[in-house]
């Protein structure tokens, strides 16, 4: 193997697919970077950690064709330190490889790359779906944080994605909230597969980094899915299982509504949770009575009331809420107005747009001691 | 006390004041800020560490004198994140404070003011000196980082700040290396400080934060030092004991010089180091030879050869180094060419400036095995 190429490309390259390699592995071949140039002129980098894969192809000037698996996070380092001029890569003996410039001459480990796993393409014709960059960047931030981070929890460390006729559905749930994203979306067949949150993560992360506007595209099999954004191909390993019913969770009748500016809800439950460390609750109250949304709490240090001025329509109502729950879910969003909708001071509360549905979340409440 | 303050004051003033606050220690009171409100319009607000206090005078509505210790980081926390508006705050009974905006209402518990340690003023006619901000700040920049971090070590924890009648030095060193930073000032008297790098360190970000161009002043005692950057006060207590005598251990002959492009010079080193972790080390080896300067470096992962080219007088030379030592140099100056002499493989080299001796750092070589 070997081949020059631009510093700036195989830099650039080895940031998106280094995504894909975990520090945490026991498998030595798994800190690596697999390079492979073919005498069509293009490099293709891959990195897997099994259960997400990334491959990127970029064009270098290849002089032999070849492989081999360079370490990822030294290799990276040294190519991200070099002066932006051409660098020539080249496989020597007992799979030693020479990094050169004009100034610099590093020669590195690395590994065979037949130990590499093979990234494996989707059987048969997987179904396609397109997906706006934008949009999907978006509902995976609207609801990714709201999934499970605890391993052991199974499913719902993942986040549903529902294909339905005319839309598409994300929802994340942890047990104490959940949160659902709704586009409009054509699409011929309806379907459904489970992703894990931190996969979905670090796919908004290169689609952060495309150059262009314009689509995914999402390929569908039984236990895999390939992601193609622009020349970066991304295989992830979708979590098994039937995913939760969530439909049935969402309350439809609720008693009391409360129309309230989304930035400064969001200021006043900050403020009011630097005094609501008891137990490592975050305990905040909610008390609405009139026009007037009140929010208290206390701890050793002192307690604290914020005011804010409402729209309500139905009964009065105390509630209380873990805060960090309720500051998630209004980070999430950037409606200038939202509408929280509950029933009783022990059902989850609701929190959607004023118009459609693009998104809705359930908070569950604390209990208060009456006292509080 | 009672007093009305802008939020934006209030929350920089304390900003600046929290920088003598010490999470680590024992004594309750230390955690805290003193807010003390005057007939005559002003809050002064203290914090101390015992070794550094730092006073800020801002202009307040006072309606009540008083005073009362405040937790730093709740009573800092809850001020920054209030709206940029009017901030009531009130004494109330069992020194509790009340913080009231126009929705916000926050009670916390404070601390009775008496327990405050008293921020003693210098006695007599102390001599003060003026310091051009800016070259205060580049002065402790260029110094502070070769200090003993190892608070067994005694007086190395400190900079040495020497004033003669024609020039102002600052002296840092800890056995591996050592920064003098030299600038012209006439001063009536010749004294010796020494200050704790660490809290120098706190004055420039003082310094730096500072609204207009000009002095700060240092007024000298015994024990302890003031300086006065705009309205804030800094009081710190000196380092006791006999500085090394620095100027003894720079060498004056040197047989071999280099003259070398700084910006080129760290670059290739910052990339050498990427393989010189053997034994935490940082081992590079530098070769001068005619006129190119080569560094290499090994580890089990690879090695690297660097090449630079550069003017050379005097003879070829090998030298081992801790690139840490190295870098640190390198990036605390911003000349474009830098001066590096050499004696011999185990004596100390000397960076300079090409004219003039604004600064000059000493490091000690590492000693390299032959088969290196």
């Given at each position: 193997?070997?081949?020059?190429?631009?510093?700036?490309?195989?830099?650039?390259?080895?940031?998106?697919?280094?995504?894909?390699?975990?520090?945490?592995?026991?498998?030595?071949?798994?800190?690596?970077?697999?390079?492979?140039?073919?005498?069509?002129?293009?490099?293709?980098?891959?990195?897997?950690?099994?259960?997400?894969?990334?491959?990127?192809?970029?064009?270098?000037?290849?002089?032999?064709?070849?492989?081999?698996?360079?370490?990822?996070?030294?290799?990276?380092?040294?190519?991200?330190?070099?002066?932006?001029?051409?660098?020539?890569?080249?496989?020597?003996?007992?799979?030693?490889?020479?990094?050169?410039?004009?100034?610099?001459?590093?020669?590195?480990?690395?590994?065979?790359?037949?130990?590499?796993?093979?990234?494996?393409?989707?059987?048969?014709?997987?179904?396609?779906?397109?997906?706006?960059?934008?949009?999907?960047?978006?509902?995976?931030?609207?609801?990714?944080?709201?999934?499970?981070?605890?391993?052991?929890?199974?499913?719902?460390?993942?986040?549903?994605?529902?294909?339905?006729?005319?839309?598409?559905?994300?929802?994340?749930?942890?047990?104490?909230?959940?949160?659902?994203?709704?586009?409009?979306?054509?699409?011929?067949?309806?379907?459904?597969?489970?992703?894990?949150?931190?996969?979905?993560?670090?796919?908004?992360?290169?689609?952060?980094?495309?150059?262009?506007?314009?689509?995914?595209?999402?390929?569908?099999?039984?236990?895999?899915?390939?992601?193609?954004?622009?020349?970066?191909?991304?295989v992830i390993r979708l979590l098994e299982g039937?995913?939760?019913?969530?439909?049935?969770?969402?309350?439809?009748?609720?008693?009391?509504?409360?129309?309230?500016?989304?930035?400064?809800?969001?200021?006043?439950?900050?403020?009011?949770?630097?005094?609501?460390?008891?137990?490592?609750?975050?305990?905040?109250?909610?008390?609405?009575?009139?026009?007037?949304?009140?929010?208290?709490?206390?701890?050793?240090?002192?307690?604290?009331?914020?005011?804010?001025?409402?729209?309500?329509?139905?009964?009065?109502?105390?509630?209380?809420?873990?805060?960090?729950?309720?500051?998630d879910v209004l980070k999430a969003v950037s409606?200038?107005?939202?509408?929280?909708?509950?029933?009783?001071?022990?059902?989850?509360?609701?929190?959607?747009?004023?118009?459609?549905?693009?998104?809705?979340?359930?908070?569950?409440?604390?209990?208060?001691?009456?006292?509080?």
């Amino acid at each position: 193997m070997k081949f020059t190429c631009s510093q700036q490309s195989l830099s650039k390259a080895l940031n998106t697919v280094s995504k894909a390699v975990t520090s945490r592995t026991t498998i030595p071949i798994l800190k690596g970077i697999l390079l492979k140039a073919s005498s069509d002129g293009t490099l293709t980098l891959s990195a897997s950690d099994l259960d997400l894969s990334i491959e990127k192809k970029i064009d270098v000037n290849v002089e032999e064709e070849g492989s081999i698996v360079v370490l990822s996070k030294l290799f990276s380092d040294i190519i991200r330190k070099l002066p932006n001029e051409d660098i020539l890569i080249e496989e020597k003996e007992s799979n030693n490889v020479l990094i050169k410039t004009a100034s610099s001459e590093f020669t590195i480990v690395g590994l065979a790359a037949d130990e590499f796993p093979n990234i494996s393409e989707l059987e048969g014709q997987p179904e396609t779906l397109s997906f706006d960059k934008e949009i999907f960047k978006d509902m995976v931030r609207k609801t990714s944080f709201a999934a499970s981070i605890d391993e052991s929890k199974g499913i719902i460390v993942g986040v549903l994605l529902e294909i339905e006729p005319d839309t598409v559905n994300m929802v994340a749930l942890d047990g104490f909230r959940m949160a659902v994203a709704r586009e409009p979306m054509k699409s011929a067949e309806s379907t459904k597969i489970v992703v894990a949150a931190k996969i979905l993560n670090e796919i908004n992360k290169i689609v952060s980094e495309a150059e262009d506007e314009g689509d995914i595209q999402i390929m569908l099999s039984n236990k895999k899915a390939v992601i193609l954004v622009e020349t970066t191909k991304i295989v992830i390993r979708l979590l098994e299982g039937e995913f939760i019913k969530y439909k049935d969770i969402i309350p439809t009748q609720n008693q009391t509504k409360v129309e309230v500016g989304r930035a400064v809800l969001l200021e006043s439950i900050e403020r009011a949770s630097l005094l609501a460390k008891e137990g490592k609750n975050n305990l905040i109250k909610l008390t609405i009575k009139n026009n007037l949304l009140t929010i208290t709490s206390r701890s050793e240090e002192g307690n604290v009331k914020e005011e804010i001025v409402m729209e309500k329509t139905g009964e009065d109502l105390e509630i209380g809420f873990n805060s960090k729950y309720v500051i998630d879910v209004l980070k999430a969003v950037s409606d200038e107005q939202v509408l929280m909708e509950f029933n009783t001071s022990t059902t989850p509360c609701l929190v959607k747009p004023l118009i459609g549905n693009t998104f809705e979340y359930l908070i569950l409440p604390v209990r208060i001691a009456s006292n509080y």
